[in-house]
């Protein structure tokens, strides 16, 4: 499997503009998660996905983010409109669910998205 | 979530010499994780703990869960530079998926 799957990798963008991040899970995966992790705050989970539904969104910051999952290979986190606050890296994870695997908490992060908002 | 603090912060070790890493909670934690992270890199999972007590080796790494279940350490014989990086403890309620991740523990050897 080629893991998780996150893009763009890097985004450049001024105040003000609509960001969208993108994310392909691996295959079979029922739990996907986002994070945001920033010098200051650390490494944050911002919102999290059981077989496509929003469980846990308490660490959404505010109303200009957004996130959700179409089906279960993909899933976006909507930030409109940008600020220089929300630069961080943004990673993706995925996690099998009870019931597989030997661990079917761990989580498989895929390689971030590095945002920079001017 | 449930709130962790890590020490120390920064660890330099020489190479060679052996290091622990601590996560510590003021409440009983049902299990915990490790995660590491490299320079420019994401986490990557190490380890779960489950039971109270329980010790975990892989290689060079020694992982315990606290008696109490309130405390786990990292421990890392004859360090190496391929140990560099940031080590992240991240406990978890029962049956929940949600992570909370301890602040880290950054990693520099000296060769």
């Known amino acids: 499997d080629a893991g998780v799957i996150q893009s763009p990798r890097h985004e450049v963008t001024e105040m003000g503009q609509e960001v969208t991040l993108r994310c392909k899970p691996i295959?079979?995966?029922?739990?996907l998660f986002w994070y945001r992790q920033t010098m200051m705050r650390g490494l944050e989970l911002l919102i999290y996905?059981?077989?496509?539904?929003?469980?846990?969104d308490s660490g959404m910051p505010e109303d200009r983010f957004s996130a959700k999952m179409p089906n279960a290979s993909f899933s976006t986190l909507k930030i409109q409109p940008s600020e220089p606050r929300d630069s961080a890296v943004y990673f993706c994870?995925?996690?099998?669910?009870?019931?597989?695997?030997?661990?079917?908490?761990?989580?498989?992060f895929g390689p971030g998205t590095r945002l920079t908002v001017t | 979530g449930q709130q962790v603090m890590q020490i120390p912060q920064y660890q330099h070790v020489q190479e060679g010499e052996d290091f622990t890493t601590y996560c510590n909670s003021s409440?009983?934690?049902?299990?915990i994780q490790w995660y590491k992270q490299r320079p420019g890199g994401h986490p990557v999972f190490l380890i779960q703990?489950?039971?109270?007590?329980e010790v975990k080796k892989q290689k060079r790494l020694t992982f315990q869960f606290g008696e109490a279940k309130k405390n786990s350490s990292l421990h890392i014989t004859a360090t190496q530079t391929t140990d560099v990086g940031t080590y992240f403890c991240?406990?978890?309620?029962?049956?929940?998926?949600?992570?909370?991740f301890g602040a880290g523990t950054t990693v520099t050897v000296r060769a």
């Open positions: 994870a995925s996690s099998l669910g009870v019931g597989w695997g030997i661990n079917p908490y761990e989580q498989y």
């Open positions: 295959s079979g995966h029922d739990y």
């Open positions: 996905f059981n077989n496509n539904v929003p469980i846990d």
């Open positions: 409440t009983t934690l049902s299990n």
């Open positions: 703990l489950v039971k109270s007590g």
């Open positions: 991240a406990p978890s309620r029962s049956n929940d998926y949600k992570l909370s």
